[in-house]
């Protein structure tokens, strides 16, 4: 069972779809333990999403029940796409939103990989 307040993983979300190809999503990088494509809404020049392949509702749940290959493999594969797309150098921000206060969307765990210029501060002050 997922360990956050988030309801148990439903394999309709839209990220399991991609994953699934019954929908399209511009890729960027596959490998064993991670999808990495386009997001629908990009918020700076470059704005990626990367997700792991297994069915994690959020953060917590895959920080809590993936196994450690996939945690190491999902992770690596997050650097190496900020890497591949260029932003090493010029440097890249990444976020994951877990739960209600952070507004989470998609119910499946992902890191955003935003990059393309100054992305200025950390996070909006009221
Ligand atoms: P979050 O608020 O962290 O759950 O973010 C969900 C993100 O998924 C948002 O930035 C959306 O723009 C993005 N998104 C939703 N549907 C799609 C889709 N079909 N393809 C690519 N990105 C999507």
Do not use: C
């Not at 994951?96 to 765990?109: C, R, T």
């Amino acid at each position: 069972m997922p360990v956050t307040g988030l309801p148990p993983y439903d394999p309709a979300n839209i990220f399991a779809r991609i994953l699934r190809r019954e929908i399209p999503a511009k890729v960027v990088h596959e490998d064993d333990f991670a999808l990495a494509f386009h997001d629908i809404n990009p918020q700076a020049p470059v704005h990626v999403l990367v997700i792991p392949k297994g069915a994690y509702v959020s953060q917590a749940d895959f920080a809590a029940q993936a196994s450690e290959a996939e945690i190491v493999g999902f992770w690596r594969a997050v650097a190496a796409v900020a890497k591949a797309l260029g932003l090493e150098a010029p440097g890249y921000r990444t976020l994951s939103n877990m739960g209600l206060d952070a507004g989470q969307e998609v119910p499946h765990f992902h890191v955003h990989i935003f990059g393309g210029k100054p992305l200025g501060r950390m996070i909006a002050v009221d």
